[in-house]
């Protein structure tokens, strides 16, 4: 559903193989270099899980929703300065939770989780993709930045997950942040999760103000959705 009525360009071909080709690399790197080894099945099976979920968000927005892809892909104007603090921060702790968890649970084995725990954590891993992806199918305007998209015709989506909470998409988050060290079977990497998941809560209030003082018709739709993260709690 293009509000602009017509397919925005993206990103051209060998930009995107390029990227693609280095977030694999650093992704095997974050992950395997800290193990020291390759023999970490959890490993392997949340990079499929991840790489398949990237993939299939991308074969559907192009074909579904390319206005969506190009927001979320390309470098945004009018990003809030706070955000993007956080961004960086967030960065930093997301790319440290692997690596934590190599040197916890393959290296060192400092710790160790039973299996049925990260079976638990995939579960968690599966359900927050699922989330993720009835956010963006429903919200148009799911930007990975905090900004109004006056280009976009931003407006306030009230249907799908939206109608319960109003940051779904913080939710799955979290939720990966909680998920990710169950399944790769390290107790230390909660740290890092930890504060991942302490940034995203700051995030929902600065953003959900942000939204109140600047979207047209968001006041009216929080004083219907009463709660931002957590239904019946907050």
């Given at each position: 559903m293009n509000t602009e009525g017509k397919k925005p360009p993206l990103l051209p071909r060998k930009a995107l193989v390029l990227r693609t080709v280095a977030g694999i690399g650093l992704l095997l790197f974050v992950f395997f270099?800290?193990?020291?080894?390759?023999?970490?099945?959890?490993?392997?099976?949340?990079?499929?899980?991840?790489?398949?979920?990237?993939?299939?968000?991308?074969?559907?927005?192009?074909?579904?929703?390319?206005?969506?892809?190009?927001?979320?892909?390309?470098?945004?104007?009018?990003?809030?300065?706070?955000?993007?603090?956080?961004?960086?921060?967030?960065?930093?702790?997301?790319?440290?939770?692997p690596i934590v968890a190599g040197l916890d649970a393959v290296r060192f084995r400092w710790s160790r989780l039973p299996f049925g725990l990260n079976v638990l954590g995939?579960?968690?891993?599966?359900?927050?993709?699922?989330?993720?992806?009835?956010?963006?199918?429903?919200?148009?305007?799911?930007?990975?930045?905090?900004?109004?998209?006056?280009?976009?015709?931003?407006?306030?989506?009230?249907?799908?997950?939206?109608?319960?909470?109003?940051?779904?998409?913080?939710?799955?988050?979290?939720?990966?942040?909680?998920?990710?060290?169950?399944?790769?079977?390290?107790?230390?990497?909660?740290i890092p999760a930890a504060v991942i998941a302490g940034l995203f809560i700051l995030r929902t209030v600065l953003e959900d103000n942000t939204l109140k003082e600047e979207l047209p018709g968001y006041k009216e739709y929080a004083k219907k959705v009463r709660f931002r993260l957590i239904p019946g709690l907050w």
């Open positions: 270099v800290p193990a020291g080894s390759f023999r970490w099945p959890q490993a392997w099976v949340f990079l499929a899980l991840y790489v398949s979920g990237v993939a299939w968000f991308f074969i559907w927005t192009k074909k579904r929703d390319p206005g969506l892809l190009k927001e979320r892909m390309s470098a945004q104007k009018n990003v809030k300065a706070w955000d993007k603090k956080i961004l960086r921060v967030y960065s930093v702790f997301l790319a440290a939770l995939f579960a968690g891993l599966v359900l927050t993709n699922l989330l993720a992806f009835w956010a963006t199918k429903v919200n148009t305007f799911a930007s990975a930045v905090v900004r109004i998209q006056t280009d976009r015709g931003h407006r306030v989506c009230s249907t799908g997950p939206y109608a319960h909470v109003r940051h779904p998409m913080y939710i799955a988050a979290i939720l990966m942040a909680v998920s990710l060290p169950l399944a790769l079977g390290s107790r230390y990497s909660f």
